[in-house]
């Protein structure tokens, strides 16, 4: 679906959701022909059915391999600096399928409604899921609408799920990693766990941060194009930096040590890390990868990572030791050394 910037939305009679708007009748098409299928860019030829119909060639015509995954969406509250949960829903999903080489193609998008949710805030939400969609230049080709009793959810949760194509050639693997191996960011850390903080509003916080919800797989594919040795990428969301890490170091068996100095993080967003007792290492980020490249391709990686709009700030921010195995290490500034472990429990929840 292309996004349409000024829909013509026919929002049903009221001016909020309620219980039949999920009944399977009259009420439910209403909402959905006449707001949802048009704030997303649909056309009214759009075929209702229950299920999409993609052109095997579409799918295969550049790789060897599907990607699939999909991925829900609860983050409180639904607008924050830099984003909202559409944009969040669509930009997550297509990371996810982007951080494996595949190219995405097409989601779904799913709806849980809150008896209550006004039109007007599900409206925002359909047309900023439309922008991003088009934007990442993929398909929102079907989906599924449910409406909750009040107080059974909070407003407004999104499930979408994607599939992507694999170009030959390219194996992102954790087991692929090797000792010598470096670690490139694409640039700095926590910036959506800080925004997150901001919006919420219970701190008080004076402080000029937007998340970093942004798309990626372009980043990667000039990244790819440019080291084709790479090992593997994650993107850093919940968990933060320190989880991916830690991931990778025990599903490699290698140990790993990263230099703080040459980790990127705002002054505003370490200010409230240390006013809140944060670590910007388990800070969620919507816009950050992980890179593990071979040392011999360290130099062309990090190039094509600052060559792109979401990379400026990219740099090499540690390397793969032989062992032991499964541990994450820093070098602090002062000189010493303490082990990063992955995150226990919850630092904030409903960040995504």
Known sequence: MAANPQPRVKRPHGDVVNLSHGSGGKAMRDLIEGLILPAL???????????????VPE???????????????????????????GTLAINGTVNDLAVGGARPIVLSCSLILEEGLPFTILEKMMCSMARAAQAARVRIVTGDTKVVP?????????????????????????????????????????????????????LALDADVESDCQPLHGIIAALLAAAPGTRCIRDVTRGGLATVLNEFAGGAGVGMRIVEDSIPVRPVVRGICEVLGLDPLYLA?????????????????????????EGTYAGVIGEVLAGPPGRVVLSSHFGGERIVDMLVGEQLPRIC
Request: hydrophobic share 40%; charged share 25%; net charge negative.
């Open 59 to 85: 799918i295969l015509g550049n790789g060897d391999r599907i990607a699939f995954t999909t991925d829900s969406y609860v983050v409180d509250p639904l607008s924050f600096p830099g984003g909202d949960i």
């Open 41 to 55: 860019g649909a056309s009214s030829a759009t075929p209702l059915e229950d299920q999409a119909r993609i052109d």
């Open 285 to 309: 980020n919507e816009g950050k990868l992980l890179a593990v490249v071979p040392k011999e391709e360290a130099g062309a990686a990090l190039d094509a990572l600052r060559s792109c709009p």
């Open 150 to 202: 009040r107080g059974s959810a909070d407003k407004l949760f999104i499930n979408t799920a994607g599939i992507g194509i694999i170009p030959k050639g390219v194996h992102l693997e954790i087991a692929r990693i090797r000792p010598g191996d470096q670690l490139l960011l694409n640039g700095y850390l926590g910036d959506h766990g800080a925004a997150i903080l901001k919006a919420r509003g219970d």
